[in-house]
């Protein structure tokens, strides 16, 4: 991790495994002109499952730095908050119930914490969906992956379901560890989801393969393992075979991302349509840069596109 020294400037920090990766590092410096703000980011690296007293450390750093205005947590963002949890003065709804933070802001001496990703991944497949999608079709969601992207966006189903909104039939999650299934089984029963959801234990990706052979057509697969990117690799195999008219969403836009070269090879045979994680980049961090700089940052219309012109640009 390294020393975290003092901030010379208003500073947004990117707690991540390789940030200096990330087009971000590039990417706001453009923004930070667009938008009129002062400020720098910086990237602080953290090892997957780093020790309690790291992620403790990073938070109090952030809190008591005058100059340190909050940040972006990724990979993170569970076990960060499960080791300082008690270090945030206030959190969100979202936070408490999912237990992770991927925003950390100030407000008024107060440390803040919130999780974004049901919104910002909402936002994401909201865009990358057509209107109606779901009733049309009838086509079903399979998550590859049942971390907090993953959890995150089942809320959002929820919550668009209890608004009467256009929701899928049916919701598959698979996961190489139960656990983290039972861990999300208890806040889905917390919640009274109001979204049908099978709970898959997949410990080897040919389980993967079978879950996708029984999906509808114009179906909705997304891999939300962090495969392709943290590490290399695919949840699937390469005998996989999409649904016909599937949409295959990889919530990451960098690394092999061999899940959607996986998709690519299906997409002329099979009319896969292919989407990387770049929306889902540009709705995460103007979500909380908005929240660390108080500011207003609309979700679409004339000022985001501008946004993600810049940002595609950079």
Same mark, same amino acid.
């Given at each position: ?12 920090? $990117?707690? #991540?495994?390789?940030?200096? +990766? ?19 980011? @910086?990237?602080?690296? %953290? ?9 403790? &450390? ?23 908050? +499960? ?9 969100? =709804?979202?936070?408490? %119930? ?19 990703? =049901? ?11 057509? @209107? ?32 009467? #909104? ?36 997949? &410990? ?24 392709? +990117? &943290?590490?290399?690799?695919? =949840? ?13 969403? &990889?919530?990451? !836009? ?7 070269? @996986? ?5 002329? #045979? ?9 929306? !889902? $980049? ?10 660390? $700089? ?9 000022? $985001? ?10």
């Amino acid at each position: 991790m390294g020393s975290l020294s003092p901030a010379q400037r208003p500073t947004m920090y $990117f707690v #991540g495994v390789t940030t200096t +990766k990330s087009s971000i590092m590039k990417v706001f410096p453009a923004w930070a002109r667009a938008l009129g703000l002062d400020a720098v980011i @910086q990237g602080i690296d %953290l090892p997957l499952d780093d020790t309690a007293e790291h992620y403790r &450390d990073v938070v109090d750093f952030i809190k008591h730095d005058p100059l340190s205005l909050g940040a972006l947590v990724t990979t993170h963002k569970l076990n960060l908050y +499960k080791a300082a949890h008690d270090l945030f003065d206030s959190v969100g =709804p979202q936070t408490a %119930l999912l237990d992770e933070v991927s925003s950390i802001s100030k407000r008024d001496g107060r440390l803040w914490g919130h999780a974004m990703d =049901p919104l910002t991944s909402g936002l994401s497949l909201e865009a990358l969906v057509p @209107q109606g999608h779901w009733r049309r079709t009838g086509g079903d969601l399979l998550l590859l992956g049942a971390g907090g992207s993953a959890l995150a966006l089942t809320l959002h189903l929820h919550e668009r379901a209890l608004a009467g #909104g256009d929701v899928p039939g049916r919701v598959v999650v698979t996961n190489r560890r139960p656990g983290r299934l039972e861990e999300m089984r208890a806040v889905h029963a917390k919640l009274g989801l109001s979204i049908p959801v099978e709970y898959v234990v997949a &410990d080897t990706p040919d389980v993967n393969d079978a879950q996708l052979a029984r999906l509808a057509p114009h179906s909705v697969v997304v891999n939300a393992t962090g495969l392709g +990117k &943290d590490r290399p690799g695919s =949840p699937l195999t390469d005998a996989a075979r999409f649904p016909e008219h599937a949409i295959a969403w &990889d919530f990451n !836009y960098r690394g092999d991302l061999l899940f959607l070269d @996986q998709a690519r090879a299906q997409q002329a #045979g099979r009319h896969v349509t292919v989407e990387d994680g770049w929306l !889902y $980049f540009i709705h995460g961090w103007t979500r909380v840069i908005a929240e660390v $700089f108080a500011l207003d940052i609309p979700t679409q219309g004339p000022e $985001f596109d501008r946004l993600s012109a810049l940002a595609a640009q950079a």
